[in-house]
């Protein structure tokens, strides 16, 4: 009896230390998810990005849980007009001062401005200047191609910046940081919905403006924003709500009013 007593608390013994080998493991393996820090948004670009003009409310709305956004865009800007009247040093300092409870994300739209102000190696060597400062604050800079004109010539969208696409993708590249074709979406949208829907989405009481958004087009492309932005960073779904409805409209190229 005192054999078989002392097996079986030596077996009981055994199995207890296995489950707590496994009760540990599994506290190893999910406490570092739980522990990431969530994001923290600041949106940098000219008017197209703005909360009143662009699609940056749009993109911001979808923000839930723990995540954090500002919108920082400022129109009339460039990459060189942006980072002056202390725009840029205030945004280093926000990046230091949240990055211990967040993780900085700064998606940058720029090219509408430096088109009529910069050549395209300035706009190329702005964008990389710009990545590599974020990066070095402590924070993650994301690259987006501008923004389509729905302006058509034709029946076509007019391609105003095929290269200036190019440019900021090559300047992503270069510096190391993600990019989202926001110009190349944007276009087979707006070329997909056709000339009388895209201008749904015109700005201004006049609704002529081809270049901005009304609340409408901010809701529309501010999706298309983020669902390339989930595309390459699916880590970050969590942080926002989804729209399956507007998104699968979006992928298909069908006409959507923002209010999926």
Do not use: C
């Not at 600041?42 to 979808?62: E, K, P, Q, R």
């Not at 700005?203 to 298309?224: E, I, P």
Request: charge should be negative.
């Amino acid at each position: 009896i005192y054999r078989a007593t002392t097996f079986t608390i030596m077996k009981l013994a055994m199995v207890a230390s296995v489950l707590l080998a496994a009760a540990n493991f599994g506290i190893a393996t999910i406490l570092p998810e739980r522990a990431t820090k969530p994001p923290y948004f600041i949106l940098i670009g000219d008017s197209t990005v703005t909360a009143n003009a662009g699609w940056g409310t749009g993109f911001l709305d979808y923000l839930t849980g723990d995540a954090k956004g500002e919108n920082r865009a400022k129109s009339g800007t460039s990459t060189s007009s942006w980072q002056s009247n202390g725009r840029w040093k205030d945004l280093l300092e926000t990046i230091e001062e949240v990055k211990e409870e967040y993780r900085p994300i700064v998606p940058m739209q720029f090219g509408h401005n430096d088109q009529k102000y910069l050549s395209l190696d300035e706009y190329r060597a702005y964008i990389v200047q710009m990545v590599t400062d974020i990066q070095d604050a402590g924070g993650k800079a994301i690259v987006i191609t501008p923004l389509t004109r729905r302006l058509f010539v034709d029946g076509k969208v007019r391609e105003d910046f095929v290269e200036w696409r190019g440019k900021a993708i090559a300047a992503a590249k270069d510096a190391g940081a993600y990019y989202l074709d926001l110009t190349l979406a944007s276009t087979n949208y707006v070329n997909a919905i056709g000339q009388e829907n895209a201008q749904y989405y015109n700005y201004g009481d006049a609704g002529t403006d081809r270049t901005h958004l009304n609340s409408a087009g901010s809701k529309v492309f501010g999706r298309m924003v983020l669902d390339l932005l989930l595309q390459k960073r699916s880590d970050l779904s969590e942080y926002f709500t989804s729209n399956d409805a507007l998104s699968k409209l979006i992928a298909a190229g069908d006409f959507a009013t923002g209010d999926e």
